[in-house]
Every structure is written in structure tokens, then in C-alpha cells.
């Protein structure tokens, strides 16, 4: 049976320290926006819906994706992954599929582990799953707890958050997940903020599903640097210049 799927791209963020009030995902990277060299990347692979979540100067990601099939919603405040994702309820209510949650900052994500991803969450009849990799310095990151020996997980754990045991995970949560469309909005309506950002995490919606008894799966990319965010004028050079040396 084929799968039907939906993506949601989070787009709403200014990034703070790129040096510029222009929205982040319309830093360029060789010329182009970096947001049209993920959307590049995932509209071949055939999307029902394709949803981007604007914030910070919308009409300028309106405009530069205006000639892409793609729906926007608007998220005014950015109180953290979950609530951006709560912004494209309306979009696809009523949609039964599998929906991709995806970040618009990390350009060279592929499509092999997007496909990898969806292939893993439906095999597994997951309720989400999550993209990982492992990092030699995952500092910052949302570490993965893993079930001992399988490819379900438990929990994320934001860094912020984590004791020393779980600092040493080196295990991450790259921010790419699939769910099941109504399960997620059903567990983000349950999310709360009490924790050190007070935003709402999407990761909490799988400590939400676990605890439901729903399985929650994860799949490791193979190569780590393709789902690295860029937050600094520093990492957008250095994955610029890695990605155009192949």
C-alpha cells in the first residue's frame, strides 16, 4: 500500500547569530538560499502536502519559495519546535498519512535517509520516528535514549536537560522526525513547558507516545554532517565548503 506522506518545514527563525535580520533559511549557501536546496531535495520524493512554517520576516521566505508547491502557515511568536508544528494543525487536519517534520536550516539533508526514514517508520508501525546520528561533540544537542539493543527509543533528552549520564550519550537527535499525522498532533496538544527554555519541545511528544505504549523507532544517518544544523556564519561556511568538495 503506498504510503501517503506530508512534510512540515520549519522556517520561522531569525538566527541570531548570522550576523544579519535576514530570516536563516535564506542565507545562501553557493548563491541559493538554503531552504531551496532542502525543498530540492524533498520534493521528488512526493509529498501530499508540503507545508513551511514562516516567522521572522515571512514575506521574504514567501517570496523566495513562490515558485515551489508549497503551503505556508504563519508561527507570529516562536515558543519552541512543538508549538511551530502546532501552527500546521489547521493545514492537515484530517490528513491520515505519515508526516515529515523537517528544520530549514540543514540544506544537505538526504534523500536516502529521508526515504530510509519513512521505510523504517512504516515497517516498524512506529508512531514517530526519529533521525539520529552520532556526533564525537554532540554538546548542544538532545541526546537519544535508546531501548538496549534495538532501533526503538525511550526518550530525547535536550542537553539543558540531561544529567552527566545522558551528557555522554553521544547519540543525537537531528530534529528530522516522521509520525503518524494525527498521533502527533494529538501528543503536541499534551506537551507543556517546564523546562530550562520554556518552549514546547516537539521531542517530548515521544516520551508522550512511549509512555501511551505506542512504539517509537529510530534510524542512524549514515553520514553525520549531512543533517548538521547552521546557526553561525562559521557552520554555514564549513558545511558550504565540505558539500562542495564532493
Known sequence: MTQRKAAIVLAA??????KSDLPKVLHEING?????????TLIPIGFDHLVIVVGHKADLVRKALSDYPVTFVLQELQHGTGHAVSMAREELAGFEGTTLVAAGDVPFLSRNSVERLFEVHQRTKAAATCLSAVFDDPAGYGRVIRR??????????????????????????????????RLMFDAISQIGRDNSQKEYYLTDTVKILHGKGFPVAVVLATNPDEVRGINSVDQLQYLAEKFTQR
Open 148 to 181: 538496549a539493543g534495538t532501533d526503538l527509543m525511550e526518550a530525547i533528552v535536550e542537553h539543558k536537560d540531561a544529567s552527566p549520564e545522558v551528557l555522554a550519550i553521544k547519540e543525537i537527535n537531528t530534529g528530522t522526525f516522521c509520525f503518524d499525522n
Open 13 to 18: 527563525g531569525k538566527g541570531k547569530r548570522m
Open 32 to 40: 541559493r538560499p538554503m531552504i531551496r536546496l532542502l525543498l530540492d
